[in-house]
């Protein structure tokens, strides 16, 4: 619907006339102005009105009471300077906003407005809010300009084109002082500094939300590049920041389109614990090892020679199935990839509406104990910013699996199906290998790793959206069933060998002292059942996910270095 404002909350003075008969005696028809004044702010009143569709719409009810007889078109249009329509699904803004000649204040947030015809728009106006709306462009401001406008709040709107920002200039809001671009698209950090540092007043600025934030050099290159800021994002801009961001917008080469994220590892805790492996030296085989990692789903980088190592033979199976490939165990680097591009279509890509390219990544595996510290790290440089924030809303999967490894001795011919009777019987000579071989370690073949999952979660990750620069967390994935039976049995064990030995005990007093003291010790003995029991631990994984920034200009230096020596070593 057009904004249209209806006289209908500023006509309706509260009056009180005859419903029988018109008379001329207007005293007669009239209330008192004490009792109208009171009408207008008492809580009962039928004339109360509660909207917020301007700051001035008591003071106007009031003056229209007061001198009934100035209320016309003219007057209000003259009067108002504020009006605020919020929710109401407001899709046009047409010329009749012009006849509010003295408009300083505009809000019509929360609408369904696609686009800014600032011809339509009095040129009085000092704040124009259009906050959450559906404008997915700029063009509207390039034939009428707003001379007197300080502030522009154009948030949560799909804008976020390289054309957007020609409009961020001062040629199109020269008294501009705060402006606000938060959660919309942007993502091009150099073309919006190019943008911005046209605003000779810009005081205020907002753009978390965007993708650009993401960037090492946010928002260290916005306090280097103007000066005059005083407040970004909310936070105020101090000494100390401009000290510690000095000379980085002069800095030349640096990697602006490219995030940078470290994910890493510590303690998992709470993982039962396996059956003992069996030693290699025993005759009986196949001999089985059991070792846990931590996977994840994050989205693919730019490191090829790294895929191979993530790909385990389960996805690189899945992904061919779904190819129509055959698995090779020696591929190379290029088939690697290929494998890759096989994954991110296959199942372990998230087929949801809003689906990401991502691929799984593990840790490195470790044996068990009751505290594993993996200690792993593992960094990913994403170019696709847009994508990275998507990504980063909707959070990140996590799981600890369990790797079941299963060895066959290199010399013999057993395999893990059914032995047939020439296995069983063997040959002398080979009865003779295995004597020479029992003192000495045995050559191992390994079967493919069987992975099971022990329990997964999800991780919220939109602090590193509003700003954050890292999250610690210490995930709790449940209890294990494995852990409830094992600790059972335990207790069970525990339990049965101390009935024994107070069996033990009492034969022995009975013989010694007689029945009647043993009887008399055995009561002494607290129950079993009066034990407290162990509370169960819960399986937990530590991890911590960092998005590099920069928060000096000698850091940005050094890492800037790095990275150019990281890429020539690799395409060299």
């Known amino acids: 619907m057009a904004l249209v404002l209806t006289w209908h909350y500023i006509k309706a003075r509260p009056t009180r006339t005859d419903d029988t008969h018109e008379t001329s005696n207007k005293e007669a028809n009239t209330e008192e102005l004490g009792s109208l004044i009171d009408l207008l702010t008492c809580s009962r009143s039928p004339w109360k009105y509660e909207g917020s569709w301007s700051d001035q719409v008591a003071a106007l009810r ?64 000092q704040v124009l809010e259009l906050y ?64 911005v540092s ?76 396996p059956p003992v492996p069996q030693s290699s030296a025993s005759a009986d085989f196949p ?89 792993h790290s593992d960094t990913h440089r994403i170019r696709d910013l847009s994508t990275l924030k998507n990504f980063l809303l909707q959070g990140l999967w996590l799981s600890v699996e369990e790797e ?45 790793p069987v992975y099971q999952s022990l329990g997964s979660t999800h991780l919220d990750l939109r602090n590193l959206v509003l700003g954050q620069d890292s999250v610690h967390l210490l995930c709790d994935l449940g209890v294990l069933e494995a852990t409830c039976q094992t600790q059972q049995q335990q207790e069970q064990g525990k339990k049965g060998k101390e009935e024994k030995r107070k069996e033990e005990k009492k034969v022995k007093q009975g013989d010694a002292k007689g029945k009647g003291k043993a009887h008399k010790d055995g009561d002494a003995e607290p129950p079993a059942d009066d034990r407290t029991p162990t509370p169960v631990q819960p399986l937990t994984v530590e991890i911590s996910l960092v998005l590099e920034k920069w928060q000096s200009t000698a850091q940005a230096t050094s890492t800037t270095h790095g990275a150019q020596h990281y890429t020539t070593h690799h395409s060299a």
Not at 95 to 105: A, R, Y
Not at 159 to 181: A, K, M, N
Not at 300 to 325: F, H, P, V, Y
């Open 62 to 125: 009031e003056h229209c009471v007061r001198k009934s007889e100035c209320l016309s078109d003219d007057f209000v249009y003259t009067f108002l300077t504020s009006i605020r329509v919020v929710g109401q699904r407001v899709s046009l803004i047409d010329e009749g906003l012009l006849h509010f000649s003295k408009l300083e204040q505009l809000v019509l947030s929360v609408n369904c407005i696609s686009d800014i015809p600032l011809k339509h728009i009095p040129l009085t106006l």
């Open 132 to 195: 959450a709306n559906e404008i997915c462009s700029l063009r509207g401001v390039r034939e009428h300009h707003l001379p007197c406008l300080q502030h522009l709040g154009l948030g949560r709107n799909p804008l976020g084109s390289t054309e957007d920002l020609q409009y961020i200039s001062s040629s199109f809001w020269p008294q501009l002082v705060s402006l606000d671009l938060s959660w919309c698209g942007f993502e091009r950090l150099g073309a919006m500094l190019e943008a």
């Open 198 to 273: 046209t605003l000779p007043c810009l005081r205020t600025l907002v753009l978390e939300g965007n993708p650009l934030v993401l960037s090492p050099g946010y928002p260290g290159l916005m306090i280097d590049r103007l000066p005059r800021l005083l407040y970004l994002d909310g936070t105020r801009v101090g000494p100390q920041d401009r000290h510690r961001f000095k000379g980085l917008a002069t800095l030349k080469d640096l990697v602006l389109d490219e995030a940078v994220v470290n994910v890493s590892f510590g303690v998992i805790r709470g993982v039962p614990q």
């Open 287 to 375: 001999l089985v090892s059991y070792n846990y990692l931590v996977t994840y789903q994050f989205l693919t980088d730019q490191r090829q020679g790294s895929i191979l190592a993530q790909l385990d033979l389960k996805d690189q199976e899945t992904a061919n199935s779904s190819q129509g490939e055959e698995v090779h165990q020696g591929v190379d680097i290029t088939q690697a990839a290929v494998s890759a591009d096989a994954l991110l279509m296959s199942g372990t890509r998230d087929e949801s509406k809003d689906s990401l390219p991502v691929m799984k990544y593990s840790s490195i595996v470790h044996s068990w104990a009751e505290a594993m510290d993996l200690k």
């Open 404 to 448: 079941k490894v299963t060895s066959w001795p290199a010399s013999s011919s057993e395999t893990p199906g059914a032995k047939s009777a020439t296995d069983k019987k063997g040959s002398a000579k080979e009865d003779k290998k295995k004597k020479k071989k029992k003192e000495s370690l045995l050559e191992l073949v390994q079967e493919p």
